[in-house]
């Protein structure tokens, strides 16, 4: 049974950082590719960032040079590094490997 275990959300001010980790087990991590999505209040979920087991990188438009997505194939982990935090960036962030979902964390940016 896959698990997906965000954390590292909460509230920082416009212009801050927080670093979000994804903690999978169940899967054979080292050659999933890893997502992060997120979904702000009352739109639909929308794809953020991806790693592929060759630790290729995309991104979202709105987010390119303000976040950064990396994996550690020895903890089984995904992190999502998120520099320059706007107030258009609140949002649940959601961990995802193709097939399950996590539970999310909630990001807060306000002033």
């Known amino acids: 049974q896959v698990q997906l275990v965000e954390s590292g959300g909460g509230l920082v001010q416009p212009g801050g950082s927080l670093r979000l980790s994804c903690a999978a087990s169940?899967?054979?991590?080292?050659?999933?590719?890893m997502a992060w999505y997120r979904q702000a209040p009352g739109k639909q979920r929308e794809w953020v960032a991806l790693?592929?087991?060759?630790?290729?990188?995309n991104y979202r438009d709105s987010v390119k040079g303000r976040f950064t997505i990396s994996r550690d194939n020895a903890k089984n982990t995904v992190y999502l590094e998120m520099n320059n935090l706007k107030v258009e960036d609140t949002a649940v962030y959601y961990c995802?490997?193709?097939?399950?979902w996590g539970k999310g964390t909630l990001v807060t940016v306000s002033s």
């Open positions: 995802n490997s193709g097939t399950s």
């Open positions: 790693t592929t087991s060759a630790e290729t990188t």
């Open positions: 169940g899967l054979s991590f080292n050659i999933r590719a």
